[in-house]
């Protein structure tokens, strides 16, 4: 907003109405916020001495240093021009500035001159600026969604889940956007403008900012830390010293505030699904429709061959860390038009924000069309072959000899890409999206898109059969954190005679990315198997056990090994057990009045059979309150409940998130929710 002495006295920004019309209320309603594609008035307060014989002209700058220059013209040119009408009324006239579809996004300086009917100038009102969105609600933008409760999921949502564990056991996280608090907006531009590109070459960038395949892969890269002045560091393995443990954090946006507040200093430390909603606040700030996905049993190929190569020694241990099988792995899909691709390339978008490969020498991965993956169409940029690898490649088990030898033992080839999900547009529960990804797992056209891919179809050995031979398999009931559990393992003899088996089974501590943090449990013996008969071999697993080296991420791999004499290849199989976590209570009794002051009421009880010290409860809430710590006073004994309150006053009304993370020496990782529905104030005769 502009106000001086001259012709033209003041301007209005009119930022409320405008930001109502652009849906960017949400964001800010004072600064000017608007959606390209989409028309937004402004208006002069001018002096009598501004004649129709006067001409305006409208001036735009971009860029730090003015990289980008745009003089508004009141006449329409072509369709990727920006131009302006007026309608004058009295001592009041009525910019209406139109920009083009495929406009710069980012922060414009604002200037309204007006000449004399010769050329000169006049008068000038200036020190105004707006911020330009992608416009996901203009048919003309290729970031056009055209339904509208997708938009309010993809682009409107600040609250949202993430799914974690494994495809047989499935959880879920809450997990807070954010992409409407207070200057996140700001931040988010901050982020591409430590971009590489745009301190190298900051006129380019910023003429690229109009292509969201640009601006997307940007994003990609600087949500990591790896070689750029980016978000996060990641780290996937304790110790966390000196940050703050990845399954701690429950929202993007004191990432992003730490982030911008420490100067561009990368924040410690975040991994695979903290990349993925950091990225997914940043692009639906943007405007850029976007969801975190998650792929259960994910593959990371190294070394491109489109398969998983495992290789195991005589004692069931990995051996090498090249090619690996993630439990589950998260990214993000965006939503846009690809108009650098052939023709069916359009739509969700896979984008990796997740430092694992290089792409074009950059710690970036996408934007890759999904329908690219699906038909193995792998020439597409962006990363394809890698994100197909992802869902598609088989896992092949080596036994490695003593003498360095390599023998095939086993080849899964529908272990990799198993349920992948996304939150629904309809409420906090899952989507399975796997049939957008690849076709049924063993159909014919799936091992076609395979072949395409450029890989033969290897023989199965998956499900270890063969008429005859002997068949593994492996079933738990639910294993929950601080309790012994028990895992059996089926041997079936599929054939008609009596076979005799030396059966191993190792349980083990790992990561989430297949990180072996240490021997749980080990136990070998011989069993004897009746023709056509299931003999069940079961193994205790003891808390006092696997404590000692389980993970934050609590999971457990168990491998079951057995050797036939006088048959050529061993049988094994492998499963994944998920230990499952206790829930925190979350409620806010009452009504919830924005500016109010309402209070949660979090309970807790220790599930352990020990001690838990160092308790820590952490909340936030986008429209809520920023993220708060409460410590627990003293130690919480076994089967202890404990319970806080915190008071806080909602910022914004609707349906918000209230998230709460608990964390301790022993427990971690511990997650609560509850819903609220902040209300309007009311006025009744002046009072509240």
């Not at 006449?75 to 309608?87: C, M, S, V």
């Amino acid at each position: 907003m502009a106000n001086h002495k001259g012709l033209i006295a003041h301007v209005d920004l009119r930022s409320h109405e405008n930001n109502l019309a652009h849906r960017t209320r949400e964001i800010d309603r004072e600064r000017l916020i608007v959606r390209r594609g989409q028309p937004f008035a402004i208006t002069l307060q001018c002096s009598d001495s501004l004649t129709p014989n006067h001409h305006l002209e409208v001036v735009l700058r971009l860029g730090r240093r003015d990289e980008l220059v745009i003089t508004v013209q009141e006449q329409r040119e072509a369709r990727d021009k920006w131009w302006f009408d007026q309608q004058r009324a009295q001592d009041e006239i009525v910019l209406t500035l139109h920009s083009p579809p495929d406009a710069v996004v980012g922060h414009y300086r604002l200037a309204v001159v007006a000449k004399s009917p010769v050329g000169h100038v006049v008068d000038k009102a200036d020190k105004m600026g707006f911020h330009l969105l992608f416009n996901p609600w203009c048919k003309d933008d290729v970031v056009y969604l055209p339904d509208e409760r997708l938009l309010q999921e993809y682009v409107m949502n600040e609250d949202g889940v993430i799914y974690m564990g494994a495809s047989d056991s499935i959880r879920s996280i809450p997990w807070n956007y954010g992409q409407f608090e207070d200057y996140v907006m700001d931040v988010c531009f901050d982020v591409l403008d430590n971009s590489k590109d745009a301190l190298k070459n900051p006129k380019a960038d910023t003429e690229n900012r109009s292509d969201p395949v640009y601006v997307s892969r940007m994003i990609t890269a600087m949500v990591n830390s790896n070689g750029d002045q980016g978000v996060l560091t990641g780290r996937w393995e304790e110790p966390y010293s000196g940050g703050v443990a990845p399954y701690r954090w429950t929202g993007s946006v004191p990432i992003l505030q730490q982030w911008s507040r420490d100067g561009a200093k990368a924040v410690k430390y975040g991994q695979c699904w903290v990349f993925a909603g950091v990225a997914c606040t940043v692009l639906r700030c943007l405007g850029i429709p976007t969801r975190t996905i998650t792929n259960f049993s994910s593959a990371h190929d190294v070394d491109g061959n489109l398969s998983i190569d495992i290789l195991l020694n005589d004692k069931l241990e990995t051996v090498g860390k090249k090619d690996s099988s993630w439990n589950f792995h998260v990214w993000v899909e965006s939503w846009m038009r690809r108009d650098d691709l052939p023709k069916g390339n359009d739509g969700w978008q896979v984008l990796d924000p997740t430092p694992q490969e290089l792409s074009e020498g950059e710690f970036c991965c996408g934007p890759c069309p999904v329908a690219a993956i699906k038909e193995g169409d792998l020439a597409m940029k962006y990363d394809a072959p890698f994100v197909f690898a992802e869902v598609n490649a088989d896992i092949i088990y080596w036994m490695v000899g003593p003498d360095g030898q390599r023998k095939k033992i086993n080849v899964d080839q529908s272990g990799v890409g198993k349920s992948i999900s996304t939150k629904s547009v309809n409420g906090d529960f899952r989507q399975d999206v796997t049939l957008h990804y690849k076709y049924p797992e063993g159909s014919t056209k799936e091992r076609e898109v395979y072949e395409k891919a450029g890989r033969p179809v290897a023989d199965s050995t998956d499900g270890n059969a063969e008429p005859g031979q002997l068949q593994l398999s492996i079933r738990h009931a639910k294993a929950v954190f601080g309790t012994d559990f028990d895992v059996i393992v089926e041997v079936h003899n599929g054939g008609s005679k009596d076979a005799i088996a030396q059966l191993t089974i190792l349980a083990m501590a790992v990561t989430y990315n297949s990180f072996t943090r240490g021997e749980c449990q080990r136990q070998a013996t011989s069993v004897t198997v009746p023709g056509h008969k299931t003999h069940k071999e079961v193994l205790r697993l003891r808390y006092d056990d696997y404590v000692k080296c389980v993970s934050e991420h609590h999971l457990i791999r168990v491998r079951a090994f057995a050797v036939v004499p006088g048959q050529d290849k061993p049988v094994m199989t492998v499963a994944n057990i998920p230990l499952n976590m206790p829930e925190l209570l979350v409620q806010v009794p009452g009504k919830a009045v924005v500016q109010e002051m309402a209070t949660a009421h979090i309970s807790f009880a220790n599930p352990l059979p020990v001690p838990l010290r160092g308790g820590v409860f952490t909340v936030e809430g986008s429209g809520l309150l920023s993220a708060t710590e409460v410590h627990v006073k003293g130690d919480i004994a076994p089967g202890q409940k404990v319970s806080v309150m915190l008071s806080f006053s909602p910022r914004r009304v609707g349906v918000r998130k209230l998230m709460v993370d608990f964390d301790s020496d022993r427990l971690k990782d511990v997650k609560g929710v509850a819903t609220v529905v902040v209300r309007k104030r009311h006025f009744i005769s002046g009072v509240y």
